[in-house]
């Protein structure tokens, strides 16, 4: 008999619920024990944040949003914040003290699932050598080595569904809307969203925007009788100066970047270079919550079961990945050594440029970069 620990970490994702799902099912079926890690990697330190999962405790969850074991992305254990005594913040470093406790609870494998910085902390136990099967989740779909990430279709569908309620306000006022969609550095979301969703701009990471070209293009919408706009801006957007926006909040005395505020920006320099009426709107973590989509469901399920498949088959510091409709072990120290971005000469980038979508380079000066 093998035991299992799961954890997930990082913002969540919709079909968290459902890997957590297939990998208990999948386990049981093979005579396994499967526990779960409250709130990433609580239950190593905590044994009370240790839970045992059987399939009576996961009936139905692969249709519910969130994480039934709780999340974190505060909770990095080789660079953990702590309050001393004298009520100063110490970082230290607690993943030899968690890798004892894995051992110490005879555990065989550990699932771990998470975006970039899950997997990038999952990787540094493999090193330590912690056994490690890593399940690739991030709405963002900016992985390395893998097609798709589940979460991502159904952050894309949740946009996609605000852009469709937008058109009619905004025709209604014959304003613009403009909409900050999450996706850190890469425009995923912006881009598939922006394009199915009937924006007339989408600015994404990857092109720099110029705000007298997406002020060119509300202007044309005004000469053709179109007196409304929409545009989709990713939180990672930059302006063709090189500025990024940043809220700059942070945590027990550190520094941190957390992306925000340049749908607002863009929202005010449309208003004052147009004097249109222009009103900005952030999704945010809406992207996050809900049931997954079928696609996404399917997805986390076929990652569960296919992580178990690894177990079995001993592919320790591995994560799964979907490789032409595929499932296939790829090293995570791949998947998470760059980001995933979209690529300007992709069929995507050239299917909104046809159908007259503004990308806010300047002047087609951002092919350059291809």
Known sequence: MKKIVISTGGGDAPGLNAVIFAVVHS????????????????????????????????????????????????????SRPVE?????????????????????????????IGGDGSLDIANRFA?????????????????????????????VSTATE???????????????MVVEVMGRDSGWIALYSG????????LIPEIPFDMEEVCEKISDNELHGKHYAIVVVA???????????????????REEVVLGGVGEYVASEIRKRTDKDTRSLVLGHLQRGGSPTTFDRLLALRFGTAAVRMVEEKKFGHMVALHNSKMV????????????????????ISTAEDIGIC???????????R
């Open 195 to 202: 394009i199915s969703g009937g924006a007339d701009a989408i």
């Open 84 to 112: 001393n005594l004298a009520g100063e913040i110490q970082v230290i470093d607690v993943s030899d003290k968690i890798l004892k406790n894995f051992n110490r609870m005879g555990f065989d494998c550990h699932i771990a």
């Open 127 to 155: 090193e330590k050598g912690m056994p490690v099967i890593g399940v690739p989740k991030t709405i963002d779909n900016d992985l390395e080595e893998t097609d798709r990430t589940f979460g991502f279709d159904t952050a």
């Open 162 to 176: 605000a852009l469709d309620k937008l058109h009619s306000t905004a025709k209604s006022h014959n304003r613009v």
């Open 359 to 369: 990308l806010g380079g300047t002047s087609g000066g951002w092919r350059l970069t």
């Open 27 to 78: 386990c049981y079926k093979r005579g396994w024990e499967v526990y779960g890690s409250r709130d990433g990697y609580a239950g190593f330190l905590d044994i009370d944040d240790m839970i045992r999962l059987t399939p009576k405790d996961v009936a139905e969850i692969y249709s519910t949003g969130g994480t039934i074991l709780g999340s974190t992305n505060k909770g990095n254990p080789f």
């Open 329 to 348: 072990p790829v090293p995570i120290v791949d998947a998470i050594k760059n980001r995933k971005k979209v690529q300007t000469d992709c069929d995507k």
């Open 235 to 253: 939180e990672g957007a930059k302006t063709k100066e090189g500025t990024a926006f940043n809220k700059g909040e942070g945590e027990l005395g």
